[in-house]
Structure formats: structure tokens, C-alpha cells
């Protein structure tokens, strides 16, 4: 009987002491591992942060009177040689100073999946290039998505811009890369304009 309890005891022991062997080394995460993830979410920061293509959008007019109509355009123009499968893009502007009309996708691109303008001072609209090669845009290449039409209401300085990831998540402009399908980073070139009375 009390070689029972012994061997009970010693067999006890070796458990624990096995669990707690588990709990230190097995679960608990290594050094090395932890500096490997460190990395990694290191190298997608500077991924996410570095642009490779830039969005503007611009005018022929800075200078606009109040009750005529403008045409605003957004342009990509690439920082390396790429192609795009399409973009979703929302333009933010001052519902109560801009009135925003006619949204068209640039010359030689196709029909707008969708269009809309939304009475909160936002124009959205979706371009899908269908063809294999997607859009191709060479280095420094510019090239006109959409544009659209905005009547300024009062006097006054304005900035018209795009909706990004950090204004607004649901609707945030991207951009798809062709074949990859990645979200491209870029950055925005916001539009200044400043409202005269005729």
C-alpha cells in the first residue's frame, strides 16, 4: 500500500512537472518569434505607407464664380510602371457650397459600374477595366478616370478631395492592382479652390 502511494506520488510529480514544461516553453511564445512578427508588421506599415500611384484632382479654373458650372477631374498618374483592374472612388466636397452633376468616366475607358451623388457632398462612382491586361499606366503617366460637374453656390476658399480609409472606412477610395488583386497604396492631390462672386 505504501508502495502504491509512492509510486502514485512520483508519477504525479513527473505530471506536473511536465505541465508546467508545456506552459513555459511549448505555449509561451519564443524571443524570436516575437521579433519576426515585430518585423513583418514593420515591413506592411512601410508598404501600406509608400505610395505608388498618385490620385489629383483638378481643374481648369481655380478661381470660380458663384452660379457657373466647372468640370472636376480625377486623374491617376503612376510612380512605377502598372496596371490597374479598376478603382472605386469618392470624391468629398462641401454639399452646401458645391452642387455636383453629371459624373463621366475618362475618354477610351468604360461605362461606370455606378454612379452616384450623394446629398451629403460626395460623388461616388466605380471603374472595372475588363480587359486581361487591365489599365496600363507607364511611369509618370497620367490618365483621367472620371470627372464631373460642380456649380459653386458662395463666396469663398474651398478644398475638394477624396475619401480615404481614414475619413471614412465604407467609403474609402481604392485602388485594385491587375492580376495581383492588391489594394494599391497612394496618395491624394486635394483641389484648392477659391470662390468668387461675378
Not at 457650397?97 to 459624373?103: E, H, L, N, P, Y
Request: aromatic share 8%; hydrophobic share 45%; charged share 25%.
Amino acid at each position: 500500500m505504501i508502495k502504491n502511494k509512492k509510486i502514485f506520488f512520483i508519477l504525479l510529480v513527473i505530471i506536473i512537472i511536465v505541465v508546467i514544461y508545456e506552459v513555459i516553453v511549448l505555449i509561451k511564445p519564443s524571443k524570436k518569434n516575437t521579433i519576426v512578427l515585430q518585423e513583418e508588421t514593420k515591413k506592411q506599415e512601410e508598404v501600406v505607407g509608400k505610395a505608388e500611384v498618385v490620385l489629383k484632382i483638378k481643374t481648369n479654373e481655380t478661381k470660380m464664380v458663384v452660379g457657373k458650372q466647372y468640370f472636376v477631374t480625377v486623374s491617376v498618374t503612376a510612380l512605377r510602371d502598372i496596371a490597374i483592374d479598376g478603382a472605386d472612388m469618392f470624391v468629398k466636397f462641401d454639399p452646401i457650397v458645391f452642387k455636383a452633376s453629371d459624373v463621366k468616366q475618362g475618354l477610351g475607358l468604360p461605362n461606370l459600374v455606378y454612379k452616384k451623388i450623394k446629398d451629403t457632398g460626395l460623388v461616388a462612382a466605380g471603374l472595372y477595366i475588363t480587359e486581361k491586361a487591365g489599365l496600363v499606366l507607364k511611369a509618370n503617366e497620367e490618365k483621367d478616370l472620371i470627372s464631373f460637374q460642380i456649380e459653386p453656390k458662395e463666396k469663398g476658399k474651398y478644398v475638394i478631395s477624396l475619401n480615404t480609409k481614414q475619413d471614412d472606412p465604407q467609403y474609402s477610395t481604392t485602388i485594385a492592382e491587375t492580376q495581383t488583386a492588391k489594394v494599391i497604396p497612394f496618395k491624394v492631390e486635394k483641389l484648392n479652390v477659391n470662390v468668387l462672386v461675378n
